[in-house]
């Protein structure tokens, strides 16, 4: 099995978790905010995954990877990282309200 079918549930996951709160407010706000953290770990990722590829601590198979390489990174690591930003703030809107009322609507 090659890193991309590995990868493939998760971004399934991301896609559908996502367009169940298509509906939901602030959709387009949330949107520009995970598409803000996704490139920023998307540079965190380029760069530590190169210092430590460059020393030696992994390596990924020639033949269970891509090619398409990012530096010394195979494009497939970074989709770790681009789903988290999406995927959590999506689980995130679909749980429950947790919001206590004020005080006046509690009695």
Do not use: H, K, W
Request: proline residues 8%.
């Amino acid at each position: 099995m090659t890193y991309g079918l590995i990868v493939l549930p998760f971004a399934a996951v991301t896609v559908i978790a996502v367009l169940f709160t298509l509906r939901r407010p602030r959709f387009g706000r949330r949107m520009a905010a995970s598409g803000i953290a996704a490139a920023v770990v998307v540079v965190l990722t380029a760069v530590f995954d190169n210092v430590m590829i460059a020393a030696d601590l992994f390596s990924y198979p020639p033949d269970q990877i891509s090619g398409v390489r990012i530096g010394l990174a195979p494009i497939e690591d970074f989709s770790y990282a681009v789903c988290a930003a999406f995927l959590v703030p999506a689980v995130f809107t679909l749980l429950p309200s947790r919001r206590v009322p004020p005080a006046e609507e509690r009695s």
